[in-house]
């Protein structure tokens, strides 16, 4: 689950438990394709940056995140970068999220390639 198979990446979950804990989103909610509002859309965008910035590749996020294609991965991604490059409040917020994840990496192990 890595980009060019070079490196054992997190666990998702490990990624996305600070996510889901800001959240108060359930992981089966972020992940699932059933009728979401724009709330949980747009958290689904976060995760999908998140697991991105950890090194998953697009393909691999999409199939985490229910077999989305790609490019649904890639616009998240995008999305959520020009956001964060605006708005100062939402760029604290997701380096407090990598941070989190960074903090849980310390303490679980890392998943095989």
């Not at 666990?11 to 804990?21: K, T």
């Not at 976060?46 to 590749?57: A, E, K, P, Y």
């Not at 229910?66 to 956001?83: G, K, L, M």
């Amino acid at each position: 689950m890595t980009d060019l198979g070079q490196q054992p990446v997190l666990r998702p979950m490990v990624v996305l438990a600070p996510l889901l804990a800001a959240s108060e989103l359930s992981l089966a909610a972020l992940r699932g394709r059933v009728p979401s509002t724009n709330r949980v859309a747009k958290f689904r965008q976060i995760g999908m940056f998140l697991l991105r910035s950890w090194g998953w590749s697009y393909n691999s996020i999409g199939d985490y995140f229910d077999f989305r294609d790609h490019s649904t991965v890639i616009h998240a991604c995008r999305v959520v970068a020009e956001r964060r490059d605006e708005d100062l409040v939402f760029a604290k917020f997701l380096a407090e999220l990598m941070e989190g994840a960074e903090r849980a990496r310390k303490s679980w192990p890392l998943k095989p390639a």
